[in-house]
């Protein structure tokens, strides 16, 4: 079992920033891949981005792509996304998300963090 803990949601104006945390435990860090998901009020949830279990590799959505950053520490246990240019649509709930691999967690991660709020106001 992997257990996650998001932190550093909250609120941010259209065009700032914002850094979200994912502590993980139950598993050797340095053995699973990483990601995280977000689920917007009313929409079905979506991945965001993922990193392999070493950080070499990272995929984004075509969205994210070029405003977020996906990255990991394995000495800490922790992985980071920040997340810059924000606009209203970011708004949701982001929920760390962990796997075997990073093509795993895109596709269906088996382990999830209970989420953290994201809120970006015009």
């Known amino acids: 079992q992997v257990q996650l803990v998001e932190s550093g949601g909250g609120l941010a104006q259209a065009g700032g920033s914002l850094r979200l945390s994912c502590a993980a435990s139950g598993r050797t860090f340095s053995s699973i891949a990483m990601g995280w998901f977000r689920q917007a009020p009313g929409k079905e949830r979506e991945f965001v981005a993922a990193?392999?279990?070493?950080?070499?590799?990272?995929y984004y959505a075509d969205s994210m792509k070029g405003r977020f950053t996906i990255t990991r520490d394995n000495a800490e246990n922790t992985v980071s996304l920040q997340m810059n240019n924000l606009t209203p649509e970011d708004t949701g709930v982001y929920y760390c998300?962990?796997?075997?691999?990073?093509?795993?967690?895109?596709?269906?991660?088996?382990?999830w963090g209970q989420g953290t709020q994201v809120t970006v106001s015009s």
């Open positions: 990193i392999s279990t070493r950080g070499g590799h990272t």
């Open positions: 998300a962990a796997g075997s691999t990073a093509i795993l967690v895109r596709s269906g991660p088996p382990y």
